[in-house]
């Protein structure tokens, strides 16, 4: 084992090279079959300078270019971009794995009490800075977030990742119907609040806003029609919502929208689709929601430790990338179980198995990294190694733990080397994690 970046220190030499394995995409795997879709380097090189990625290409060669860069070998590991989650509530970090309940019940049963304690803002932060630390320790080092419908809960995200120097996206939760009081906003307020927070945060160093209705059954017409508004006047911002995650919910939403044609067209008559729109989950679609979702140019995210945790359904992964839908992968921190986007790669392996499609680990790694992060309209900053993205960078060890290490051992390219930590790896496998070119992990 080589010895890891110093933690949390910031390099005086101007340049760092990070010395491993190195696996850069060079198309999208639903595209581009494997292996035409990736580079892999067995002994590589990543050039950091100024916070962000200078050169990428044989150790060899690089090493010779820059021969006075800080060098930090992590042997055998694999460098790649650092995950990009692109859903989690990180107010629900506290009530990850709760038990026995569906969606409905969960949300009134352990979600709303918790998220009403975010009005207070001391707790607030010391969430926000035990979610970020978390995140980075499983090597995420870019997550979009739902904070709650209080403005404090969203001054504290923002303010931990800019401590820990993160790109994220966040938003106030939108709620004026259906949920405890302490909850509650209203059309004017939730307004107000986002418009206040998205001017406040939207582009300061690396935070962005998302306007964040967090559902149909919980906004009322009217809030959806201030946030389509908001929305239409910051078009740069993102807009993350949920969209048909359960058989329940959708049933709800038919009973509060009649005369809507199915559960997206309760968003989209407001503005609420289209290029930077997220709709996490989104599993039960009908072929109209399918096909707007495509032409539409939104994106949705997969949450596969949620959907089974809660018991939501499967999602159609393959099918979806075919008809042209950009895709993320996500954590759904807390209704999902994990923190981890290896185990949520595994997650997403084992309910595409479900669903009569194999995804190879390439799909699966890039679903974690790029796909997110286009996902996000962020994949010029984050979730490749691209020359000029950010130096968001972990060193991943393909034999963390004695079960991983035996399988490993008999791979025979890299994707049959990594499939294992896939499935069976967690934070243990995070050997470093470097964030604006800074060694945080
Ligand atoms: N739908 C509305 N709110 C939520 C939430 O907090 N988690 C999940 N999984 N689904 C939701
Ligand atoms: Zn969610």
Partial sequence: MSAPAPPNAESSAPETLLLGQIIDFTADPFATPPPDCARHLSRGAILLRGGK???????????????????????????????VDAHAHYPQTGIIASWGKRLIDWLEGYTFPEE???????????????????AIANGTTTVASFCTSHPESVTAFFQAAQARGMAVVGGKVAMDRNA??????????????????????????RARYAITPRFTPTSSEAQLEAMGALWAEHPDCA???????????????KELCPDAEDYLATYERHGLIGPGALFGH????????????????????????????????????????????????ATDTGGGSSFSMLRTMGAAYEI?????????????????????????????????????????IIALDLASTP?????????????????????????????AVWIGGVGRR
């Fill in 239 to 253: 807009m993350q919502t949920h969209l048909s995650e359960q058989a329940e919910e959708i049933a709800w939403v």
């Fill in 352 to 392: 595409s198995q479900l669903n009569g499609a194999v995804l190879h680990p390439a799909q699966l790694l890039w679903l974690a990294t790029e796909g997110s992060a286009r996902a996000l309209r962020m994949e010029s900053e984050v979730g490749t190694l691209a020359v000029g993205s950010a130096a968001d």
């Fill in 116 to 134: 009403s304690r975010f009005s207070d803002a001391l707790y607030a932060a010391t969430i926000a800075g035990r979610y970020l630390d978390l």
């Fill in 282 to 329: 989104a599993i039960h679609l009908t072929p109209r929601e399918r096909a707007r979702l495509a032409e539409s140019g939104s994106s949705v995210v997969h949450c596969p430790t949620s959907n089974t945790f809660i018991g939501s359904g499967v999602f159609d992964a393959a099918g979806l990338a075919a008809e042209g839908v950009t895709t993320g992968l």
């Fill in 403 to 431: 079960a991983i290490a035996q399988r490993a051992a008999r791979a025979g390219d890299i994707w049959e080397a990594v499939f294992p930590t896939m499935m069976m790896g967690d934070d243990r496998a995070i050997k």
């Fill in 53 to 83: 990625i200078a050169e990428v290409g044989p150790a060899a060669r690089l090493g010779e270019a820059h021969p006075t860069a800080r060098r930090v070998d992590y042997g055998a590991a694999l460098l790649l971009p650092g995950f």
């Fill in 180 to 205: 405890p009081e302490a909850l509650l906003d209203t059309p004017e307020r939730a307004y107000d609040e986002s418009k206040a927070l998205l001017q406040r945060w939207h582009g300061q160093g």
